[in-house]
Each structure stands twice: as structure tokens, then as C-alpha cells.
């Protein structure tokens, strides 16, 4: 039987994306060479990552590299103890279930880890037969209880609970049907072909409380340690400290951009912060309260170089946690369809398609990235005249940032060595899902390493906001199963859902009025539903609007003075100070494109959203006849609100009311956005 064994070309993406042919050939070079091709970048990136931004203030990064010829034998000790055994490096390979990768590369990391000294999570898919035979894993607690028994629990070094992970915090996960096959099924204990939906929460779990008992429980039933593994919200830092307190041994924290089998589009790019705003606050926070000593802080998210590793742990991690760079080590090529089980890489395809991944050689490829990551992060210790790796860990003061903002060095705690901005933008054409607009349905992806404005261009200021989501401290709504309320109120009259129709053609104006939406047009059967019949005024997006009475709509098509946003937050705040926002309707229209744009300017403080770029990009399609014209335009409708549904339940949030002018429920990643939107930083 022919078995894959060897590198296929990265894919080629329409936008530049995070996981660059430069950073996959970093890896690859590692796994080939068992060496880095560099331990520090020469120069901070003025785009990017803060990690990409950062530099250890007293290195030099040409004299490190040179270091790497010789890192092996360099006196320095870069170990770990986890929980008893000693780790060579301080590297969790991250929770990769069995049914999201196909077995063999399941096998391939836990025998690596187990080999080169580091430790794996096995994920939520149960407990592959090949995989139990390692030592060095750590067993999964998730909201689905997938293959749950004791021989799982007893497996391995420690148990994680799972309530979130970075590429989709706050929803639960999702594996799709058609890669459940029997093996799947057998070991999930479900049905063979159903879709394996994680719920959103852990119906058991509302609370520290709840998970202070948990934690107990599983700490009793196993002797082992227990984590708790959690997305980087935005308010990460009460999340952190009530898992402390709680009495877990540690936590897991899984930045935005994170990789993962399948998540919804809107999802992946707009919920979370990235790691490396995380763990500063999370480190400083756990001091404060006192919480900090002997619990294991792990953090991951876009990870892949020695560079990063150390970088993290200066900011206040023990451990990093890889999850995408060890699939790259190994064949990943980046081509985001882990999720139709057609990996050409055979690393997330179904289970028995052929061909199969090589077990010895990917265990052989992952074990010299580590030992690579090893090397490198010697090679940094021993510069900094450091012994052990204890003496780098919350470090921040080793630290510059460089071409960012004021704020964002106060809020990670580092010293600001050049000025700049977080975000950078391209223009582009996003291109309209096709599940979208013929199905209705949320679109899917597979693999992370996109946060827009971040680590992918952004094309507007709206881009560098994310949304917040649950974790623990409150719960979550699974909108798949719960109720999540979207009816808004347009002078006493109800609409079924947020999302204004621009009247482009008879079938969308149709559509609209079909699905209880009000149409930016004429000729709706029932006058209320198009806002021509309506009283209102029409402005374009100026820093100065005089609230009143009524519906005004912000239109950006008009030009105006500032961003649709920046008009919107203002108009908001004006209308409140004055007393009268709930006598007036404030309607958002612009190149908007996603249920989780609607959410945002929701939160800044529009009623209703016309999101115009995802309608004149389908109007813009041919179709057989007007009735399917008619039923894209219905889906697209459908499926722009269900992913606002999925951003709402991820926060908790039941009612759409509850969240218009809510500014709480979003963090900006860049300073003067956060100023002119009236939005806090994330990690504030």
C-alpha cells in the first residue's frame, strides 16, 4: 500500500495569509534539518503579529544565529516539569482530534512527543488504540463527553477540559457527517454518518463554581492533573483567574488565528484576541491575585519559530502550544478543506481513503522541528546570559515593541521602541461562499492564521474590532439548539431579522419581504417592509450628525467625512446624551459583508445593517431563473443571519437588543481605532 511520504507545493491564496510560503518553508527546513534556518528575525516586521513586532532589546539577532552551530553542546537547560516529568522543551503539541486528523497523524505526534521529550492532546475524538500506547499525551474532558470511559481518562500525563479553543470560541465543535465513518463512530460512540456537534457549552458547567467541581472530580477519578483549555476572549484575564482559582493545575489559552479541523468563516475571523495580547494581561493578573505561582500558563495560536517560544514566555507563558506548525512539519500545504475529508496532504481526509499518511516518516519530520525549536530557543537563552528557561518566563521587561501604539505597549506591558500601527489594509473582493447564498447555510473552513487588519489585510477600521465570546465565567448559547432572539422594532412594526435588503432587483426585494426583512427599495406586496414608504432621512458617514426623532440612515455610497463605523459610534453616543435614542433608528448601509459586520455595528450602536457588498456581489451572478434568483437572495439572507446568531450565542447573548450600543461586547487591536470608535484595546 502506497503511503505519503513526501512535501507537496503550499497552496496559493488570492490575499497573502499568515501561513506565507516563507514561514511553511521555515518549518519544513526545520523537519528537514533538524536546525532553524534563523533563531531571531534581523528586523521587527512593521505588519503582523506583536510577536512579529517584538525584539529582545539587548540581542543582536546575526550573533544568536551564529549560536546555532553550536546550540547542542550551549550549557543551557530549556526543560520543563509537567506534573512530574520532565519535558526537554516547553512544548504542548495541541489537542488534534482522531476523526479531524485521520489516525496516522494522530499516531505520528503522540509517538514524536513521546520520543522527543514534549507532550500532545489528543482532542475530543476519543482515544485512538495506537495512540494509548504513548505516553506523553494528555486526555480530553469536552462539552460532546465523545468516547468518554475510563481507559480514555486514566490515558496519559493529565486531563484538559475543554470549553473553548481559539478558532472558534464560544460555539462548539463541528465535524462533519461524511467524515464519521465506522472507526469514527466506534470510537465517538455515535452513530456511523452523523454529524459529531460538540455543544456549544458544557451542559454541566455554567460557572467557576460548576468547574471547580469538575475539576475536582476528574482530579479524584484519574490522579492526574487537570487543564482547562480556553479561547483568548476578550476578557481573558477573569477567565484565567477563575480557572486558578478554581483549582486546576493550569490552563490552556488558544489565540485567535488558532488552526482547526472546521469553523465557521465568521467565526474564525472575527471572534477572539490573539495570543499575544493575551498572555501579558493573563500573567499580571494571575500575580495580582496571587494565583500565579505553580499553574501552568500555556499558550498557543499561530506559533511555528524558537523565536516565538521565547517571545512568548517572556511575556508571562510556561509552555506554547503548536498545533498548525507541526501539521506543516509533516505535509500540510495550507489549503483550508480539512473539513470536506479530501485532504490531499492525507492528514484530515476520511478515514480509509488512500493514500496514507507515512506514520514513521511524519514522526520523524515532527521530531526534528522539535528538536529545531529546541535548538533555537538555547540559542536565545544562552545569549541572554540565562541558565534555565524558569529565568525568561514574564520577562516582558527584555522586551520592545516596535511600529505600534502607545496604548498597545501599556496594555502587554513592554516598552514602545517605535511607533506605528497595528492594523494595514489592502483593498480586495471578498469572494461569496457558494454554500452561502444555493443552501443557507454558515460557511465552513478548515486551519486558522487569519485575523483580519492583524495577520490578513483588512479593508476597513470595522475589520481590526473583535467580538466577544464566553468562557466559563458565563455561558454560552448554542443557537444550533437555543433560541437567540433577532426581531428589531421599526416604528411598532417587527422585523424578523436585522439585516436590511437592499432593493437591487425584483428578486431580492422579494426575498426580503418573504423572510421578514426591510427592503432598502420599493415595491414590497406590503408597504411597511420597504423603507421608501417610511419617513427617513438619508446621510453620508460624517463626524457630525444632529441626532433626532425618526429613522436616519448612514450611507456610505454618499462619501462623507469618516468611516461608516466612526458615524455610527458617534451618532449613537450623540442620540443617548441627548435623550432620544430610543425615539430614533439608526440604519448602517455600506460595503458590508458578514453576519459578524452586522454584529459589530450593531454593537456600535445601528438598529438595523445593509450590508450592500454581499447583495451586489449575488446580484451580480447569473442564475437559470428568477425563482432561484429569488432563493439565493432568501438564503443569503438566511445564512447572513444565522452567522449573526452564532456571533450572539458565542457572547451569550438571546436578544439583539441587549446588544445594540453595547461598545463592552467588542475590543479593537489597534490603539487609534480604539480611540476614534470609542472601543476598548483588547486585553483592557
Known amino acids: 500500500m502506497r503511503q505519503l ?338 485532504c490531499p496532504t492525507s492528514l484530515t481526509n476520511m478515514i480509509g481513503a488512500r493514500p496514507d499518511l507515512d506514520i514513521k516518516w511524519a514522526s520523524a519530520m515532527l521530531r526534528r522541528y522539535l528538536r529545531a525549536l529546541r535548538l533555537g530557543l538555547k540559542a536565545i537563552l544562552y545569549a541572554l546570559g540565562m541558565d534555565n528557561l524558569k529565568e525568561l518566563a514574564g520577562r516582558r521587561d527584555l522586551l520592545g515593541l516596535y511600529y505600534a501604539d502607545e496604548s498597545v505597549a501599556a496594555t502587554i506591558g513592554v516598552d514602545l521602541l517605535a511607533k506605528g500601527e497595528i492594523a494595514f489594509y489592502q483593498d480586495y473582493v471578498p469572494i461569496l461562499p457558494r454554500e452561502l447564498y444555493e443552501e443557507g447555510k454558515v460557511p465552513i473552513t478548515g486551519m486558522g492564521g487569519v485575523v483580519p487588519g492583524y495577520t490578513y489585510p483588512a479593508r476597513r477600521p470595522l475589520d481590526l474590532l473583535r467580538i466577544e465570546a464566553a468562557q466559563v465565567t458565563h455561558p454560552s448559547v448554542d443557537p444550533y439548539r437555543e433560541e437567540v432572539d433577532v426581531r428589531v422594532y421599526v416604528n411598532g412594526f417587527e422585523y424578523d431579522t436585522p439585516v436590511v435588503v437592499p432593493g437591487l432587483e425584483r428578486a431580492a426585494v422579494m426575498a426580503g419581504y418573504a423572510l421578514g426583512a426591510l427592503v432598502d427599495g420599493d415595491g414590497c406586496p406590503e408597504p411597511q417592509y420597504c423603507l421608501s414608504s417610511m419617513p427617513h432621512i438619508r446621510l453620508p458617514p460624517l463626524k457630525y450628525i444632529e441626532p433626532r426623532e425618526g429613522v436616519v440612515v448612514i450611507d456610505e455610497r454618499l462619501g462623507g467625512d469618516v468611516w461608516l463605523e466612526e458615524a455610527v459610534a458617534l451618532l449613537d453616543e450623540r442620540a443617548r446624551q441627548a435623550g432620544i435614542r430610543e425615539k430614533m433608528t439608526i440604519i448602517a448601509a455600506g460595503r458590508l459583508f458578514s453576519g459578524a459586520d452586522v454584529y459589530k455595528l450593531a454593537a456600535l450602536g445601528a438598529d438595523l445593517v445593509e450590508p450592500r457588498e454581499a447583495f451586489e456581489l449575488l446580484s451580480s451572478k447569473q442564475a437559470p431563473s428568477y425563482a432561484v434568483k429569488r432563493r439565493w437572495y432568501e438564503n443569503l439572507i438566511s445564512g447572513l443571519t444565522k452567522e449573526l446568531k452564532l456571533a450572539m450565542g458565542a457572547g451569550g447573548i438571546t436578544n439583539y437588543f441587549h446588544m445594540i450600543g453595547n461598545r463592552d461586547l467588542l475590543r479593537s487591536l489597534d490603539g487609534r481605532i480604539a480611540e476614534k470608535l470609542n472601543v476598548a484595546l483588547a486585553g483592557n
Open 5 to 342: 511520504n513526501i512535501y507537496l507545493r503550499p497552496a496559493v491564496h488570492r490575499v497573502p495569509e499568515f501561513w506565507s510560503h516563507d514561514r511553511i518553508d521555515y518549518v519544513r527546513r526545520s523537519a528537514l534539518e533538524g536546525l532553524p534556518p534563523y533563531a531571531l528575525e534581523e528586523n521587527p516586521s512593521k505588519i503582523g503579529r506583536l510577536l512579529d513586532r517584538l525584539a529582545f532589546k539587548d540581542l543582536r539577532p546575526r550573533e544568536v544565529n551564529e549560536l546555532l552551530k553550536r546550540a547542542e553542546s550551549l550549557d543551557v537547560d530549556v526543560g520543563i516539569d509537567f506534573f512530574g516529568t520532565r519535558l526537554t522543551a516547553p512544548i504542548y503539541l495541541g489537542d488534534m482530534s482522531f476523526g479531524a486528523l485521520s489516525g496516522n497523524p494522530n499516531i505520528a505526534i503522540a509517538k514524536a512527543a513521546t520520543e522527543e521529550g514534549v507532550v500532545a492532546g489528543i482532542g475530543e475524538g476519543g482515544l485512538h488504540p495506537e495512540v494509548a500506547k504513548y505516553k506523553n499525551i494528555v486526555v480530553q474532558w469536552a462539552s460532546a463527553r465523545f468516547g468518554m470511559d475510563m481507559a480514555l481518562l486514566k490515558a496519559g500525563l493529565a486531563v484538559n477540559i475543554k470549553i473553548g479553543q481559539g478558532a472558534k470560541p464560544g460555539i462548539g465543535g463541528h465535524l462533519p457527517g461524511k467524515k464519521v465513518t465506522k472507526i469514527i463512530a466506534e470510537l465517538r460512540k455515535i452513530p456511523e454518518g452523523s454529524e459529531a456537534l460538540s455543544p456549544a457549552p458544557h451542559h454541566d458547567i455554567y460557572s467557576i463554581e460548576d468547574l471547580a467541581q469538575r475539576v475536582k472530580a476528574l482530579r479524584d477519578l484519574t490522579g492526574k492533573p487537570v487543564l482547562v483549555k480556553v479561547a483568548a476572549v476578550n476578557k481573558i484575564m477573569y477567565v484565567a483567574v477563575g480557572v486558578a482559582r478554581s483549582t486546576a493545575e493550569g490552563i490552556i489559552i488558544d489565540g485567535a488565528g488558532a488552526g482547526t479541523g472546521a469553523t465557521p468563516v465568521s467565526v474564525r475571523n472575527h471572534l477572539g484576541i490573539p495570543i499575544d495580547y493575551a498572555i501579558p494581561v493573563v500573567d499580571k493578573w494571575l500575580r495580582e491575585n496571587g494565583v500565579r505561582e505553580n499553574f501552568l500558563v500555556i499558550g498557543g495560536g499561530m506559533l511555528y519559530s524558537a523565536s516565538d517560544l521565547a517571545k512568548l514566555i517572556a511575556l508571562g507563558a510556561d509552555m506554547a502550544n503548536i498545533g498548525t506548525a507541526a501539521l506543516l512539519s509533516f505535509g500540510c500545504i495550507m489549503c483550508h478543506s480539512c473539513h470536506t475529508g479530501g
